[in-house]
């Protein structure tokens, strides 16, 4: 099979994989310039990502973010979007950009919202105003926000939900949603439609899906429904197994870095989540010795950086600046009262989490990802009997035994 797929607005080429495991490495080029893959996508909701600039994400070494379909047609609505031309003026932002469809509002905002063939009619978060998102105004809106990659909008569904039948309805309501988000598109020439996989947690369901899917042959495939409260261990039975292996794999809305490397493991090239910087406005770091709380007291006195082995703007102004920079205590001292907080928690942790995609791509381009897993475990739970039971059960299914010294 080829390691090469080309569409009018994207071009996906597999460059290293993984002899062990699932994992590749692989160049995606879009409208505004190549991505290495696999990635994770910081999060700009609303045209901008909370906690940092549009030149800081850049800094990051960041060539694609997400926006929100559902928030940017509310605010500052598509007149405008039409106006300026578009959310990457809007935003200032040369990178590429990803726009969910708006879907997963059916989960977050289901008290403000009714599901029907025609679409999803909302009522707006903010002045209870009525709004119909249909399959043809998601990619309405999303052809003005001239997105890179536009998602279809599907059907979501909680993969807690005990209502099977509903399941099953929305399953396959998503693949006719998916035909009608085609036939309206009108920039296909310069903007990538993936589809979206649903089914819960059902894998008869997710094959049906898919195979419905991989006939419409879209540029790229997005496995939807998932990072919802559903248990780890099917989350990973469900990831990537049925999914062709020529084109991108985005996995939707997953962020923690144990998630990341392990569905990397799976197959999958591309994910999102909000967490990052949520995180960060709770005071949190995401570091090489796991989630530190820098509220916490016993940061008071502690005048290392954030993270010694992190090289982003904060930790590596230290060494910058002769000993004075970001430190643990600095944003100990102002996590509860300053702005100022939250932002340089933020500027690290998508650095962070960024970075830990690249050293993933760099072990599986030389081949050693098993050994990278093994290390970054070890590193972050210090000893065995603490590794997450779900993770040494995936990897140990593509042929990863965490639980052995070997290959250390």
Known sequence: MSNKFTSPALTFEIVGKCSTTRARASILSLPHGPVQLPIFQPVATQASLKGLTPAQLAQTGCNLCLNNTYHLGLKPGQKTLDAIGGAHKLQGWKGNILTDSGGFQMVSLLELATVTEDGVRFLSPHDGSPMLLTPEHSISLQNSIGSDIMMQLDDVIATTSPDHARIEEAMYRSIRWLDRCIAAHKKPESQNLFCIIQGGLDLRLRETCTREMVKRNTPGIAIGGLSGGEAKDAYCQTCTGLLPDAKPRYVMGVGYPEDLVVSVALGADMFDCVWPTRTARFGN??????????????????????????????????????????????????????TAGAHLLSIHNVHYLLNLMHQVRQAIVQDEYPHFLKRYFKQIYKTKDKYPTWAVTALKGVGVDLLTDEDL
């Open 285 to 338: 770091a995401i570091t090489s010795d796991g989630v530190l709380n820098l509220r916490s007291a016993r940061f008071s006195s502690d005048f290392s950086p954030i993270d010694t082995l992190c090289k982003c703007l904060c930790c590596r102004s230290i060494e910058d600046n002769d000993g004075l920079g970001v430190t643990k205590a600095l944003v100990h001292s102002i996590a509860n009262k300053e």
